[in-house]
């Protein structure tokens, strides 16, 4: 049996399971502890140095560790050791190593050397008494905005001062030379719950050293887990600072209301020879074979998420980001490469202390060599199997723009027919792997892929501009409106775009330049795009008006939502009724053709509250008998059932003369194609 093999017997496991606390450097005044697990080494020593920086000789000690339980190994420095920098030296069958530590708390420039370090000293002010501002809310309550830290403020037109930094994302009252609000006070005025950060953690392919530099990455290639990337801090040299300014940026956005979501890449590292992990215990942190590293994830290695240190250390990663950062909410990439007993191990641990946490992720179903028979991956497939976990629906995706694997193929907005009953099954929030609205993330674009607009405008080559911008809010309509859960790539709501200097469009800007990947913020400039801008913000502000819309279980949208039959090609409706909202039908048609619909509407007196141009919680029209659907758009209509019986009891004939003449305007003018500012 080979040692990779051996790793994932059952006798291995309950030898060398170390289940404590206590793993990587504890500080306290009087002295700091160390306890690293390296079950297979001979002898190991940790080394102090001055600096974080590996280029300098500056040690100042050598400190023997001790042979203790479970494979650790454990040894005391005396003394304030708050901001000494450390690295490991593990003596193995393999030869002799120095590294970082997994379980480093921060580490100095580019993530070679870990630092012993007092968290409570880099707690801003006021942070014990931090929450997140939507906790006890559902996951259906959340509306999901993703964004890269540097995208947000990189441009010129931003008007932010810390460009490209963590402290960027919380400056206040910014604005383009024109004035248009910008960063923090544009995301707020979106009226999103959740700001869902592309990877935060320290990650390799940027170097820290050279800030100076433009420098671009999407963050995908993890280095120190536990760590926040230094690139985003203003001193990524020294140890405590990007600890301080990312706990700085998490209260900030917590004060205006917004929970902020991880990108967590736990299924693959940077690079699995180097990684710290994988150099204490060779090979025992991936799947590997005969030496070769499994690669499902297509970036090099694949993480043995089946052993159980391994488990643990996922685990301890994600509860620590939770407890020590206050972070609501984990995107995990790639997640079907990790298996399910991981995932609700990582779920039930941190809503013991956080329940409001919400978790979702990448549920593809991906080949791996996994290292122990009968495990379960948590897959889309698999989605029974992890309750309490999301995941990306790319069923809603592909129906509503056109599948990602073909550049310029359509969805149902840009004229693709025969998407209705896929589209029933999304906006009921069931698409067919899934078992509760709770469990899909509904969307249309996200960093990965071409951005919305960019792919209407590829597969419509002669639709006009207003038709393409119309097919873009059509979507919009679709997944803000869907059971489940809404997720948005930052500046879909000003049409970004990625165009490459040589035409098209860059469908995968991984580390393309600032000028690709930031967001324009002088393009709101122009009422074209800040028209968008306010169609979004006002299918925010009704889905969060309606908790119709944000049901967690199958069994009470199917008794609530029902599918509207007898209509075009092209076009749906659904008809809303429920104990989510006494007294009050709301009613959704989506029409995709170039030609108007007419939809039957239900008895009653309807107000119009979205077309495709204006969406909010204002009445913009009535609607009684049937509405007309304009070409490319939505339409949602709310009937008060206890206002109308109150103004009939109030005054009988006036309310019922003006009710008539109402309904009768509001259909002549929808017909007539109102004109609006
Ligand atoms: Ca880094």
New binding site residues.
């Given amino acids: 049996m080979t040692m990779t093999e051996l790793y994932s017997t059952e006798e291995f496991e309950r030898k060398y399971t170390y289940a404590g606390s206590d793993l990587g450097a504890r500080w306290k005044k009087e002295k700091t502890a160390f306890r690293l697990w390296a079950p297979t080494a001979k002898s190991v020593k940790v080394n102090l140095y001055k600096a974080g920086d590996p280029g300098v000789e500056d040690r100042i000690s050598q400190i023997e560790m001790k042979s203790a339980v479970a494979g650790t190994w454990t040894a005391e420095v005396e003394g304030d050791q708050n901001g000494v920098y450390y690295t490991y030296t593990v003596e193995l069958e393999e030869g002799v190593r120095e590294t970082c530590d997994p379980y480093a708390r921060t580490t100095g420039v580019?993530?070679h050397r870990a630092m012993i370090l007092d968290l409570r000293s880099t707690d801003p002010e006021g942070w014990a008494e931090d929450r997140d501002p939507n906790a006890g809310k559902n996951i259906t309550d959340a509306i999901i905005y993703e964004l890269h830290v540097r995208d947000l403020s990189v441009d010129p037109s931003s008007g932010i001062q810390q460009k490209g930094k963590f402290l960027g994302v919380i400056e206040e009252n910014t604005a383009t030379p024109e004035g248009v609000p910008t960063g923090l006070s544009h995301i707020k005025s979106m009226g999103i719950t959740h700001l869902h950060l592309l990877p935060s953690y320290?990650?390799?392919s940027?170097d820290?050293a050279h800030p100076e530099r433009e420098q671009f990455n999407w963050g995908y290639d993890p280095?120190n887990y536990n760590v926040p990337?230094?690139?985003y801090s203003t001193d990524p040299f020294h140890g405590e600072v990007r600890v301080k300014e990312m706990k700085q940026m998490i209260q900030g956005l917590h004060k205006h209301g917004i929970s902020v979501i991880l990108d967590v890449v736990y299924n693959h590292v940077y690079d699995g020879e180097t990684f710290c992990f994988n150099r204490i215990v060779p090979e025992y942190f991936s799947r590997t074979h005969d030496g070769h590293y499994s690669n499902g994830s297509g970036c090099g290695n694949d993480t043995a998420s089946e052993r159980s240190m391994v488990r643990k250390y996922i685990v301890d990663s994600v509860n620590y980001w939770a407890d020590e950062y206050h972070i609501d909410g984990f995107r995990f990439d790639l997640v079907g490469l990790i298996d399910c007993e991981t995932i609700n191990a990582i779920v039930d641990t941190v809503h013991e202390t956080h329940p409001n946490v919400i978790f979702y992720g990448e549920g593809w179903t991906m080949p791996t060599d996994l290292t122990k028979e009968g495990v379960a991956l948590c897959t889309q497939r698999n989605a029974r199997l992890t309750p309490g976990f999301s995941f990306f629906s790319d069923t809603v995706r592909d129906a509503l723009k056109g599948t990602v694997f073909v550049d310029d193929a359509p969805g149902f907005v840009s004229g693709l027919p025969g998407q209705e009953a896929v589209l029933e099954q999304c906006f009921l929030g069931q698409p067919a792997w899934c078992p509760n609205p709770s469990q899909t993330v509904n969307y249309a674009s996200c960093h990965d892929n071409m951005a919305l607009f960019d792919r209407i405008v590829l597969s419509t080559p002669k639709a006009s501009r207003a038709d393409q911008i119309r097919m873009n809010n059509l979507a919009a309509a679709f997944y803000m409106t869907a059971q489940g859960v809404p997720f948005f790539q930052a500046g879909e709501e000003m049409l970004r775009s990625k165009p490459l200097p040589g035409g098209g469009f860059d469908e995968n800007s991984y580390k393309s330049p600032d000028s690709i990947n930031s967001i324009k913020w002088a393009d709101l400039r122009k009422e074209e795009y800040r028209q968008v801008c306010r169609y979004y913000r006002g299918l925010i502000a009704f889905r969060k008006a309606h908790p119709l819309l944000r049901q967690m279980v199958s069994d009470t949208v199917n008794a609530t939502v029902t599918p509207v039959s007898g209509l075009d090609a092209n076009v749906l409706a659904f008809r809303l009724a429920g104990d989510a909202e006494p007294g009050r039908e709301i009613f959704i048609a989506f029409n995709a053709n170039p030609t108007a619909a007419v939809v039957q509407l239900p008895a009653g007196k309807w107000d119009v509250c979205a077309d495709g141009e204006t969406a909010g919680n204002t009445v913009i029209g009535t609607a009684v008998g049937a509405i007309p659907v304009e070409p490319i758009s939505a339409v949602i209509l709310v009937k008060e059932e206890k206002k109308a019986e109150m103004k009939a009891d109030n005054s009988r004939k006036i309310a019922l003369g003006a009710l008539a003449a109402a309904a009768a305007g509001g259909i002549l003018a929808a017909l007539l194609g109102r004109k609006k500012k």
Avoid: A, F, K, L
């Fill in positions: 580019n993530g320290d990650y390799g940027v820290e280095v990337e230094g690139s």
